[in-house]
């Protein structure tokens, strides 16, 4: 079960804020900045499938994330969870095509390994 | 042509920083008002009423929320432009903040271990920032 949440925190956290990405994306970029394009910019993202799906997914690994709390330990749940870094650079390779070069991932490995120490300390 | 390189990464990097600093920002607001509702509401007796007035006219707990829109609004303002594997390392730099933050606001104890963790943190930001911010198709306008 431990396996199987951890999964959906990562996985399905990962999976989520790349489908938001890739609403973001579909609807480009605002322009100038103005209250106005901010509200524009949220009405186009929230047309968009990808969006939905994206805070579905995020919602599902929310919760998931809160029931791993109230089984394991958070000294053991948190640094864990970083692994998302690295899931989110594959993903984003995959499913996004960008172009992730060699200082990208050395830059991700290093916050990864960070987030792990920060809470381990 | 795209806009310059420098151009396109200050377009991204601006949504990222204010992302950093309200992000850390509603988590402490948000923490510091739930503390003080559930507080009051005990002191002041069970009744439901009364502990939904204490959640619904506690400031902190409104600036919270406010500040997280504020961070949701620039997280989907930085993923329009820049990747999701630049945006995500990138904001990292909360740890950073929140514990520079927590160490000269709050006076909190600050393990050498996390110390170590925050400076790897900041190499690796560094490192990603380096990157081209957007790899993906062409800048829409």
Redesign the interface.
């Known amino acids: 079960m431990t396996v199987l949440l951890l999964a959906v925190v990562i996985i399905g956290g990962t999976a989520g804020e790349v489908a938001v990405t890739r609403a973001m994306k579909a609807i480009g970029d605002v322009g100038r900045l103005s209250p106005r394009s901010l509200l524009t910019m949220l009405g186009r993202a929230f047309r968009v499938g990808w969006m939905w799906l994206g805070l579905g997914l995020l919602a599902a690994a929310f919760f998931s994330l809160l029931a791993l709390l109230s089984r394991e330990n958070v000294t053991f749940v948190v640094p864990v969870t970083a692994l998302s870094y690295v899931v989110g650079a594959v993903m984003a390779r995959w499913f996004l095509g960008e172009r992730v070069d060699p200082m990208r991932w050395l830059g991700v490995l290093l916050v990864m390994l960070g987030v792990v120490l920060v809470w381990m300390g | 042509m795209a806009a310059p390189e420098g151009i396109r990464r200050g377009?991204a990097v601006w949504p990222i920083v204010l992302m950093v600093w309200f992000g850390a920002l509603g988590d402490v607001l948000l923490a510091r008002g739930a503390r003080q509702a559930a507080g009051a509401g005990w002191r002041g007796g069970s009744a439901a009423a009364v502990v939904l007035a204490h959640w619904l006219t506690n400031r902190s707990l409104w600036l919270g929320v406010a500040s997280l829109i504020v961070f949701f609004?620039c997280y989907?303002?930085a993923?329009?432009?820049a990747?999701?594997?630049?945006?995500?390392?990138a904001s990292?730099s909360s740890?950073v903040v929140v514990?520079l933050l927590g160490w000269m606001l709050l006076g909190e104890v600050?393990?050498?271990?996390?110390?170590?963790?925050?400076?790897?943190?900041?190499?690796?930001?560094?490192?990603?920032?380096?990157?081209?911010a957007c790899?993906?198709?062409g800048?829409?306008?």
Do not use: E, F
């Open positions: 377009r609004l989907l303002l993923l329009s432009r990747d999701y594997s630049y945006v995500t390392p990292a740890y514990t600050v393990t050498r271990v996390r110390w170590l963790g925050v400076l790897v943190i900041c190499a690796g930001v560094w490192l990603v920032t380096r990157t081209a790899t993906t198709g800048s829409r306008q």
